[in-house]
């Protein structure tokens, strides 16, 4: 075997290790309980401070706001459409 056939076998081993390697980590980033895990940190990261670990105030009020008047929404219209 030949320096440059040994070095073409050594980089082509590289190579399949690096994708191999790739290939791992698509398939974890891609996991239905990893993509869960980041969906839960993030929605808690709008409602709870990081650094701190206390709830958002603001943030709580403008999504309990929110609902409140899609709430409100449905019972109007839903009380126009019976008369």
Do not use: C, W
């Not at 190579?15 to 891609?30: E, F």
């Amino acid at each position: 075997m030949t320096k440059e056939t040994a070095a073409l076998e050594a980089e082509m081993e590289a190579t399949r290790d690096r994708l191999a390697a790739t290939i791992d980590q698509l398939v974890h980033r891609t996991s239905p309980k990893t993509i869960a895990r980041r969906e839960v940190a993030s929605v808690k990261g709008y409602f709870v401070d990081a650094r701190t670990g206390q709830p958002r105030t603001t943030n709580i009020v403008k999504v309990a706001g929110g609902m409140l008047g899609v709430i409100v929404l449905f019972a109007v219209v839903r009380a126009a459409t019976r008369d």
